[in-house]
């Protein structure tokens, strides 16, 4: 590990010049990245300081304990106690700062939501998972941006297009993709009876523009009238947009925009942030598994989560957490539940390097 350190320090004092240079930063895209890479750097060459000086404090005091006696001996007893700590602390948050990066931290991330399974009840819940989303974006500080909207006769989401921007976005919410299943009542049963319904979560990383080369002679743009629940009109011009790439066959539509303009270009980022994704999965040899993964076909047996309104519940099936407070993470606390899903992916990242 200290030869892996020393290596990076050294890359850490390069990237400091380089930052430093006017040619550099008359580059805004090479700029960027080498912004991004001096954040990750930084934070293991701090603890990597702190590692060596603490390691220090330890073997200075210990050579001077059997020096002393009485008092001062057990000051210096706690002191090495206290320095040991620190190193096996330190030891640990380098492990896992060493280990390989997934190549989408410090991304925004979009996200799509959708009722699934469930008739109504699917799209309700899909809307009760975006004010979740929204207010747990608003607890970390994060930028939530609605893209476009599918609105259902009962107010819920067919669709719900919206991204998050900010500090860890992307290594949270990337854990929640896949189908979410709900267990209760619904407002259309008469007769009180638990339904179980379910909405499935997308989570794309969002591309630059410079990232993903389309060519515009691979697009079919069409053009209609914006419409709301059930199908009526609330636009008398035609500025919705659907933009098909037509060699992935991938489809996106936008209408939540007053403009034909603004409309396509929200389009645009969303369509970049799926062809990214496709190729990242290309690139890993699963060519799309990831995002079928997270979808699934939407059935209520398929999930990556439980809300049980009845026991106040939360399961999450992957890790076998449940946590009885369900009420507070649909309110967007939802810290205890992506706490455990990066420790756990932690977790498998060490196992799987040592």
């Known amino acids: 590990m200290l030869d892996k350190l020393s290596s990076l320090e ?5 990237v400091e010049r380089r930052l430093a240079d006017p040619d550099v930063f008359a580059d805004q895209a090479r700029y960027r990245e080498l ?11 701090t603890r990597s300081h702190e590692l060596r000086q603490r390691a220090d404090d330890a073997a200075t005091a210990r050579e001077m304990l059997g020096e002393l006696a009485g008092e001062e001996r057990e000051l210096i007893r706690q002191e090495i106690t206290e320095a040991d700590a620190d190193v096996a602390r330190l030891t640990g948050e380098l492990e896992l700062l060493l280990l390989p990066k997934d190549p989408n931290d410090g991304r925004n991330v979009i996200v799509e939501i ?3 399974e469930g008739g109504e009840e699917a799209n309700l819940f899909a809307r009760d998972l975006f004010g979740m989303y929204q207010g747990y974006a608003q607890r970390q500080g994060w930028k939530l941006e609605v893209l476009n909207t599918d609105v259902s006769e009962m107010g819920g989401f067919n669709e719900v297009t919206f991204s998050v921007s900010g500090e860890g976005a992307w290594t949270r919410l990337k854990h929640e993709g896949g189908p979410h299943r709900v267990q209760r009542v619904p407002v259309t049963e008469s007769q009180g009876r638990i339904h179980t319904s379910s909405a499935t979560v997308t989570v794309l990383p969002e591309a630059d523009d410079v990232e993903v080369d389309i060519d515009p002679n691979d697009l079919q743009i069409d053009v209609y009238r914006s419409s709301g629940p059930g199908g009526q009109s609330v636009n008398t011009t035609d500025s919705a947009v659907r933009i098909t790439h037509k060699p992935t066959g991938v489809t996106v539509s936008m209408q939540d925009q007053k403009s034909q303009i603004q409309n396509r270009a929200k389009a645009m980022q ?36 439980t809300y049980n309104f009845k026991e106040n519940r939360v399961s999450d099936h992957r890790i076998g957490l449940t946590i009885y407070k369900l009420d507070k993470v649909l309110a967007g606390e939802l810290d205890d539940v992506s706490d455990a899903l990066v420790q756990d992916e932690q977790t498998r990242r060490l196992t799987e390097a040592g």
């Open 10 to 14: 050294s890359e850490f004092a390069d």
């Open 35 to 45: 912004a991004r890479r001096h954040k990750e750097l930084e934070a293991i060459v």
């Open 270 to 305: 969303v369509l970049r942030s799926r062809l990214l994704k496709l190729e990242q999965d290309r690139q890993s040899a699963e060519l799309s598994e990831a995002r079928r993964d997270q979808v699934g076909g939407g059935g209520r047996s398929e999930k990556v989560r």
């Open 114 to 116: 959708r009722g699934a």
